[in-house]
Each structure stands twice: as C-alpha cells, then as structure tokens.
C-alpha cells in the first residue's frame, strides 16, 4: 500500500512561467486536497474535490491557479504566470470517505511541491 | 480570528525528558476533530494523534498524548520521553463538523528541538 505521492519534489521557474503539479492519492481514497505552506506557516487550505468534482475553492486559489482531478485519481495543480509570491510548498492529502464520523477522518499528506520563482 | 493558535514559535527539551506543545482554539461546531501533525526538515506532515471533541477520554498514541480541556478550548500535545528524532515541526489542527469539505485549519506551528 503506497502513499500519496507528489510529483516533482521540487520545481525551480521564472516568473511569468506556468508550472504544473501532481498528485497520485492512496488508492480508493476519495477525497483528495491541495494546501499552501509558506515558510515558518502552517498549510492553508487551497482546494478540495470529492471524486472528480471540485466542491471548494479557498480565496487564496487566484484566477491563476486551477486544479483538475480527471477520472477521480490523480490530480494536478497547475498555476500560471507565475509570481514570486508563489514561492511555497504545495501539499496534497487524500482521505478515505468514512459513513458513520467523517469529523476524525485522517488525512495522509504527500511529501510536496517545493516550488521557487525566480 | 484566529482559529487554531500555537503560541510557542519554538521550544527545547533535553531527551529523555517530557515535553509539552501548546494548543488552543476556537470554534462554535458542538462536532470537531483536533489533529497534531509532526514535520520532520523533509517535509512530509506526519499524523500523530486525534481528538474528537465528543471523547470523554484524552487521546493517547505511544509516547504521545493529548491533553484536552474543552472548556478551555486548549488540545495540548504531551511528548514523553524524548527523543532526538522528535526534533521537527509540530502542528495542531482542526476539523469542523459543519463544514462538508473537512478540511483541516492548521496553527502555525512549534519547532521542537531535543537536545543530547
């Protein structure tokens, strides 16, 4: 049983460049979940899709940046013309649908997207 | 406001000994969920131990336990027995009941730095 997975580790670009990430969950989970984590903060909370829909979008997810999960699997970040701002580590989780208490439902986190703009 | 507040930016232990992480936070759910997550330098966020704001009892997981004072809306991490690879980032976390996408709201975090 594999993990989440992220992919790349680490991505290095030039402002105004469009970078794209992904995102393997643990298999049959499905939920899955993208955060921002800047330096010296903890992750804040980006997107959210259940299966292949995406049910919410957080504020700090700007008109450049989009997020797809084809197929309900994998899923990919994308964002674009990249700003110095956007220097952070891109986490993703996923988490299985529990019926009887989805409030204590674990979140099992990648190992993330270093990403740094130049 | 704030809904999740670490107010120690950083902390020592020397090993072997007991520490302890401070959490509080806030939220007018009757149902929510506390997480503590552990993040070593390479960065993944490791799951610790959970607390779910309906137990009666606190949380324990190994050498971790949870000490939940609802009233005091307070979820404090206990590390027994340190060690030196419990020297990371540690994170309390919260899940609202009420909100259906479950995400977490993360405080913003205790470094942790045993020493020999």
């Known amino acids: 049983d594999t993990g989440v997975s992220q992919d790349p580790r680490h991505k290095i670009t030039k402002r105004g460049q469009n970078v794209t990430f992904r995102c393997d969950p643990i298999s049959e989970h499905n939920r899955l979940y993208w955060y921002r984590q800047t330096l010296g903060q903890g992750p804040e909370f980006l997107t959210y899709f259940q299966n292949e829909a995406q049910l919410e979008k957080s504020r700090l997810l700007s008109d450049r940046f989009s997020a797809e999960r084809p197929k309900g699997s994998f899923s990919t970040l994308e964002i674009q013309r990249t700003e110095q701002g956007d220097s952070a580590m891109y986490l993703c989780a996923s988490s299985p649908r529990q019926v009887v208490s989805e409030v204590d439902e674990e979140q099992f986190f990648g190992p993330g997207t270093r990403l740094t703009v130049l | 406001a704030q809904k999740i507040t670490q107010t120690q930016p950083g902390m020592f232990v020397q090993e072997k000994e007991a520490v302890t992480l401070d959490c509080t936070y806030d939220t007018s759910d009757p149902s929510y969920g506390l997480f503590w997550y552990k993040q070593p330098s390479s960065g993944e966020m490791i799951f610790l131990i959970y607390?779910?704001?309906?137990?009666?009892q606190n949380a324990t997981e190994g050498r971790y336990s949870l000490n939940f004072q609802k009233a005091r809306k307070s979820a404090n991490l206990v590390i027994s027995a340190s060690q030196l690879g419990d020297s990371a980032m540690y994170f309390c976390a919260m899940r609202e009941g009420m909100d259906s996408s479950y995400k977490l709201i993360f405080g913003s975090g205790t470094r942790l730095l045993v020493r020999p």
């Open positions: 607390q779910g704001s309906y137990d009666q």
